[in-house]
């Protein structure tokens, strides 16, 4: 037995033999759930903080960024060769308006952007879907910053975690299927009877890419585009 291992008492007669372990184990359960609870609350936190940020552009990414959704149209007369282009997109706040005749800009490059409780505006459905969906999308912000307030500040709870991302889930998918039945109701009964889907004698859907109608037996054509934007795809991630 070597010395390490022996101790031995000051009287000779007495001596008292103490078996000293040389190696020691050491528990890694423990630190492997530590490692594994922090991975799963960084992965969390991060993607959180990602739909927090999309939440908040299509909030307030303006005309750019923050479009919900596009209307496309443009006619043209074979008899005098002119091309008008209009194009409207809806923000949750605001309506942004440009056109063009034969390529050039009616507005001098500039974009007309018109808030929907301008007395001018005359979008009062339009304006009632979009506050509602804007609710929805402030409500998916909360939830977000609520489930990195707790990851942060809380002690880890899964089932609270996971409470919250169900929460999330079900207000955009409800936000999804209510913004794509409502919207073009409502822009077809703020613009009656002129409205995009009645100019193009169609009734109103949330997605055509290729409308077409002609009158005066073709001399005058209308095309219609309308479609989801980026900010709806932003709320289809969540």
């Not at 091309?83 to 500039?110: M, P, R, T, W």
């Not at 899964?158 to 794509?180: D, H, P, Q, T």
């Amino acid at each position: 037995m070597s010395e390490e291992n022996v101790a031995t008492s000051e009287n000779p007669e007495e001596v008292e033999t103490v078996i000293v372990p040389s190696t020691a184990t050491i528990p890694t359960s423990g630190v492997s759930s530590t490692n594994t609870n922090r991975d799963v609350k960084s992965n969390v936190q991060m993607i959180t903080l990602l739909l927090i940020m999309l939440c908040l552009v299509s909030l307030f990414g303006g005309n750019v960024l923050g479009t919900w959704y596009t209307t496309m149209t443009e006619t043209s007369s074979k008899s005098s060769g002119v091309v008008a282009n209009g194009q409207a997109n809806y923000g949750l706040g605001a309506v942004s308006v440009s056109g063009k005749i034969n390529g050039e800009d009616v507005l001098d490059n500039e974009t007309l952007e018109i808030d929907y409780d301008d007395w001018d505006c005359y979008c009062d459905e339009t304006e009632s879907v979009m506050n509602n969906v804007k609710r929805l999308v402030y409500i998916n912000t909360l939830a977000g910053m609520g489930i990195v307030y707790f990851i942060r500040y809380q002690k880890f709870d899964e089932k609270r975690i996971i409470n919250l991302l169900f929460v999330i889930m079900a207000v955009s998918l409800f936000a999804g299927v209510y913004f794509a039945l409502s919207l073009p109701d409502a822009i077809d009964k703020d613009g009656e009877p002129s409205s995009i889907y009645q100019n193009q004698q169609e009734d109103a859907s949330f997605v055509s890419l290729n409308s077409e109608i002609s009158s005066d037996g073709g001399e005058i054509v209308m095309k219609g585009q309308w479609y989801p934007n980026v900010g709806f795809l932003y709320l289809i991630f969540n």
